[in-house]
């Protein structure tokens, strides 16, 4: 099962990306959590940011084997994420990429419509690494 959420790509450099993800009530995760009180879960929060980096770190990569999520540090949770938010996702490298490991910070802003800042919904540190494939 895979989740897209990355719905834009605002802006990317090589240290920094900035995505946009709009939730929809039709998300099929929100049917189940919870069904009278639906919220993002907190660990699609932490999948969008991972998403980002990936975008991110295949920038500058040539190496095909794909990268997936191999720490996180630091994760906090902020504010519910109900179905007609936006969310600005922003990711940028805590330094520079060793072993093609890439550890990145990021945070996720909720936007509600008619609120006038954006507040965190989600922020922490996390590393993507290479699958390690094993084989046979």
């Known amino acids: ?41 907190g660990v699609m929060m932490l999948e969008a940011m991972v ?5 991110l770190a295949s920038h500058a990569r040539t190496d095909p084997t794909p990268l997936v999520l191999g720490r996180v540090r630091a994760l906090k949770y902020g504010k519910f994420v109900k179905p007609g938010a936006t ?3 922003r990711v940028e490298r805590a330094k520079p990429a060793a072993n093609d490991e890439h550890d990145l910070k990021g945070e996720v802003l909720l936007i509600e419509p008619g609120s006038p800042t954006p507040e965190v919904a989600c922020s922490g540190r996390l590393t993507l690494r290479p699958a390690r494939v094993a084989r046979a």
């Open 1 to 41: 099962m895979h989740f897209d959420l990355v719905d834009r790509v605002l802006e990317q450099s090589a240290d920094r990306i900035v995505t946009i993800k709009h939730v929809t009530a039709a998300e099929e995760y929100l049917q189940d959590h919870f069904p009278t009180f639906p919220v993002l879960p």
């Open 51 to 55: 998403q980002a980096g990936r975008k």
């Open 87 to 89: 969310l600005q996702v």
